[in-house]
C-alpha cells in the first residue's frame, strides 16, 4: 500500500491475484448497528448516526485493490501508527473534520488477499481499535 498527498492522504494498493470477495463477522461492537450481508457475515456494518449532518460513530467497510483503486480521506489527516496485526498491515489515523471534528480510523490491509478493512468513526481510537481486532473474516471463493 501506497500512499500520497498533501492534506488528503490518498492510499493506493494493488494485488497480483484478482481479490475474491471478503465477509467479516463483528466479534465486538459498542453499540447496535446495521449491515448490508448474509447470516451474521458483512461487507459493510455501522451505526451511521442520526442525520446526515452529524458525526458517525462508527463504521465497517470492505475495499478492494481493484486497477485504480483509490482510498481519499478528505479533510487533513494525520497518521498516528503505522503496524503490523498478523497478515494485516494496519495504518491508525486521525481525520480531523472541521464540521463535526475529529473521526478515528483504522485501516487493516491484506496485501496477499487484496482487500481493506476500514473501520472508522467518531468514536475513540481505543474503541477502533477494539472492533478491528475482534473482526472474524472469510475469503469467499468467488472473485471480484
Known amino acids: 500500500m501506497s500512499q500520497s ?12 491475484n484478482l481479490p475474491r470477495l471478503v465477509q467479516f463477522k463483528p466479534g465486538w ?17 455501522g451505526d451511521d448516526g442520526e ?5 458517525i460513530p462508527y463504521k465497517i ?4 485493490a481493484k486497477p485504480g483503486f483509490q482510498l481519499v ?6 497518521i498516528v501508527e503505522e503496524t503490523t496485526w498478523g497478515e494485516y498491515e494496519v495504518t491508525k489515523l ?10 478515528n480510523y483504522v485501516l487493516l490491509v ?19 481499535e477494539k472492533i478491528a481486532q ?7 471463493d468467488e472473485e471480484i
Open 5 to 16: 498527498g498533501d492534506n488528503n492522504l490518498t492510499f493506493i494498493f494493488e494485488c497480483e
Open 29 to 45: 461492537l459498542p453499540m447496535k448497528g446495521f449491515g448490508f450481508g448474509d447470516g451474521g457475515w458483512y461487507h459493510y456494518y
Open 51 to 55: 442525520s446526515f449532518e452529524t458525526q
Open 61 to 64: 467497510e470492505i475495499f478492494y
Open 73 to 78: 480521506v478528505m479533510y487533513e489527516s494525520d
Open 94 to 103: 486521525v481525520n480531523h473534520n472541521p464540521y463535526w471534528g475529529d473521526d
Open 110 to 128: 491484506s496485501p496477499d488477499n487484496g482487500y481493506m478493512i476500514h473501520v472508522g468513526g467518531g468514536l475513540n481510537m481505543e474503541t477502533m
Open 134 to 140: 475482534n473482526l472474524k473474516v472469510r475469503i469467499l
